[in-house]
């Protein structure tokens, strides 16, 4: 079945990745704020700034059977350091605006009888780690959203959530610019290596599949053995 899929953002990192892996086979919507990476793929652009815009529905098929949000931000500064205003960024980018974006479509997703709903968190919701106050709340409040809105929509509306460790993105670029990063990154989990794009992207492809037609409500922790594992 060729589905009609929404990407808020994804013209880089994971989502430009699992953009690449499904734009022949399905129906590819993006709302994100360019499309600069997309002219040799088939996708529908729509320009939306997650945080200014307000998304323009007119341009998004009355049957929608997946979204993906992938808009996000990484800080990571002592907790002292952290102004008020940095949590509110965080929590803008990373939840209130994917709110803002899903209520827009949700009535365009139950239409569909069948569809799924793919959001990002990070393992630093799970394991406590230095610096990541201000991420860890925003993305933490996804992971409560996620559970309840898979509740409140079943069984037409699947929500699940992918929990990455840190993969070699735009994003993440300061963390992995040189080999001693990435060997001092990749030292810290299991499977001895940082994640890259693809690692995450054919979960995504996954949840959004009838494959996993049986799947919702959870947090996958595609985190290279962090989350769960510990071999010290």
Request: aromatic share 8%; glycine share 8%.
């Amino acid at each position: 079945m060729r589905k009609n899929i929404l990407f808020i953002g994804g013209s880089t990192g994971i989502g430009f990745e699992t953009i690449k892996q499904i734009h022949n086979q399905h129906n590819v919507y993006v709302a994100s704020r360019n499309n600069d990476n997309f002219n040799d793929l088939n996708v529908n652009y729509i320009k939306y700034d997650v945080l200014n815009d307000e998304l323009n529905t007119d341009l998004i098929p009355e049957e929608l059977h997946g979204f993906v949000y992938c808009p996000g931000s990484i800080n990571l500064r002592p907790f002292r350091s952290l102004k008020l205003s940095t949590f509110e960024e965080d929590l803008n980018i990373n939840f209130l605006s994917m709110v803002k974006s899903l209520q827009k479509v949700i009535n365009n997703l139950k239409k569909s009888g069948n569809s799924s709903v793919v959001l990002f968190s990070t393992v630093a919701v799970k394991v406590g780690m230095p610096f990541h106050t201000s991420v860890s709340a925003s993305k933490g409040a996804i992971e409560g959203f996620a559970r309840s809105l898979a509740a409140e929509y079943a069984p037409g509306l699947r929500v699940n959530v992918v929990a990455p460790s840190l993969t070699d993105t735009p994003m993440a670029e300061r963390f992995l610019n040189n080999e001693l990063k990435k060997e001092k990154v990749g030292s810290k989990h299991p499977l001895k290596r940082h994640g890259n794009p693809n690692d995450i992207a054919s979960s995504v492809v996954h949840l959004l599949s009838d494959n996993s037609s049986w799947i919702t409500g959870q947090i996958f922790g595609i985190d290279g053995g962090m989350s769960s594992i510990n071999l010290s």
